[in-house]
């Protein structure tokens, strides 16, 4: 039986009870506040509140830029991409102006959110009669000094890749006269992924860009706008998304055919790191960290399904242990806990809360295209702690320069040190291992190196 991982109990048991309350109390103030604001401000700032406390709750540290662009003297239409239910609440708190959504009319009916849309002057669009009536509820948010968000996506994205922008938004921006403003929001995916009951703390950044004037465009150009508006929101998102769960440059772009169907491959990128020799306080911290809320939940049935992977792999598992499950044991018999670097021994707590095998590498020392595959006739290459890492017949890491990595041991030409500023991490999970699970593993990973970033730069 598998346990639901950490952040999963914390959601269920804290985060969702502690919103329930901010929820209906908040509500309750915004909606008593209609009485005597009939411009909805009050109800505003509850909002405002109530996305704060959210954020606070949940762990999200949100970083601004180009605020500078808007002022509060006029309306406008904010277009950004979407990645998460966590992005309004980033949206609402880091734009200081009195914003208003569209969203669809069968919202209102939902007991105090969607009473406090219909009241405090949301757009609730019927999309089968939406039209002219659409244009004069935004004219008549103008007239309040009010401004709209808008996901013109219309579903949130997986991956982080931005999609495909529907027109009508642009149309009606045309129509009403309001300059579009194009904002990029990086990283909420990591938050809360789509159809995934779990919240994980993260950082967030909101990229705000200069508005784009609609004077002087027709309807006809509403494609056009829409266009220009995604290029720049992916652009900006492609660029500061340092952590890419896709196969993309130096990273596995092939599995061999004799060995797909046993292996599941999870990939991570980190650019601009900053590596640092460890100390034996942060050992003690990662470890304890570790040893405490995760391993018992995962270890004995994870080990199994590794093992079985190695074993179809062609590798004796009780011969040469997985690198994950020799952590455990060496936790076990409480052996020292290998001191290295910030990164690595990062990626070892990871591995070791996991139990699947972690290969970390600097993507500087890795030549061409990078694939998985069993090794030929006396293939091996210099291991870390080890002269020689024989690979015949066993699944390896390959570049153009050879063999550099395996589920047991990577190599001293690709390995990390303080020199290292790029990153590849592979996570080895056995084909049975769910990619929903998977996933989480690489959240997880991926939160522990922004925490580890947070904290190198708060020593120097």
């Not at 601009?272 to 050992?283: F, H, I, K, Q, W």
Request: glycine share 8%.
């Amino acid at each position: 039986m598998t346990f639901p991982p950490f952040h999963w109990w914390r959601t269920v048991l804290w985060l969702i009870p502690a919103i329930a309350v901010y929820t209906v109390v908040l509500g309750a103030l915004s909606l008593t506040s209609i009485l005597i604001d009939r411009r909805g401000h009050f109800a505003h700032r509850c909002a405002r509140l109530w996305s704060w406390l959210i954020l606070v709750t949940t762990g999200v540290r949100v970083r601004v830029s180009g605020r500078e662009w808007v002022t509060s003297n006029r309306s406008y239409v904010f277009v950004s991409n979407h990645q998460s239910i966590y992005d309004f609440p980033v949206l609402i708190t880091s734009i200081p102006l009195q914003l208003r959504i569209i969203a669809k009319a069968s919202l209102g009916s939902f007991p105090v959110l969607g009473w406090h849309l219909r009241y405090t002057g949301h757009l609730l669009i019927n999309r089968a009669r939406a039209g002219r009536a659409t244009l004069a509820s935004v004219s008549r948010l103008m007239r309040r000094g009010h401004s709209l968000i808008v996901f013109p996506e219309g579903t949130r994205s997986i991956d982080g890749e931005v999609l495909r922008f529907k027109r009508g938004v642009f149309s009606l921006a045309i129509e009403a006269g309001l300059p579009v403003v194009p904002v990029a929001l990086i990283g909420s995916r990591h938050v809360m992924r789509k159809g995934r009951l779990m919240t994980c703390p993260g950082d967030v950044e909101l990229v705000i860009h200069e508005p784009l004037s609609t004077d002087g465009l027709a309807r006809s150009d509403a494609r056009l706008l829409a266009e220009r508006v995604h290029n720049i929101i992916a652009t900006t998102v492609r660029a500061r998304d340092d952590i890419s769960n896709e196969i993309s440059q130096s990273v596995p772009e092939a599995v061999a055919d004799a060995i797909a169907s046993f292996v599941r491959l999870g990939v991570l990128r980190f650019d601009g790191v900053t590596v640092r020799l460890a100390t034996g306080e942060d050992s003690r911290t990662e470890i304890a960290s570790a040893a405490s809320e995760k391993i018992v939940r995962v270890a004995e049935e994870r080990i199994h399904l590794v093992r079985a992977m190695c074993r179809q792999l062609g590798m004796d598992p009780t011969r040469t242990r997985p690198s994950s499950e020799a952590l455990l044991r060496r936790l076990r018999r409480g052996q020292p806990w290998p001191q290295i670097n910030t990164l690595v021994d990062l990626c070892n707590r990871c591995s070791l809360e996991t139990q699947l095998p972690y290969g970390l590498y600097d993507v500087d020392q890795i030549v061409g295209a990078v694939g998985l595959r069993v090794g030929g006739n006396g293939a091996e290459y210099a291991g870390i702690g080890r002269p020689v890492v024989h690979i015949e017949g066993r699944p390896a890491l390959f570049d153009e320069q050879g063999p550099f990595g395996n589920p047991t041991s990577d190599s001293i030409r690709t390995m990390i040190t303080v020199r290292t500023t790029r990153v590849l991490v592979i996570v080895c999970g056995p084909r049975a291992l769910d990619r929903v699970e998977l996933d989480a593993v690489l959240d997880l990973t991926a939160q522990g190196a922004s925490e580890k970033r947070r904290w190198i730069e708060s020593c120097e």
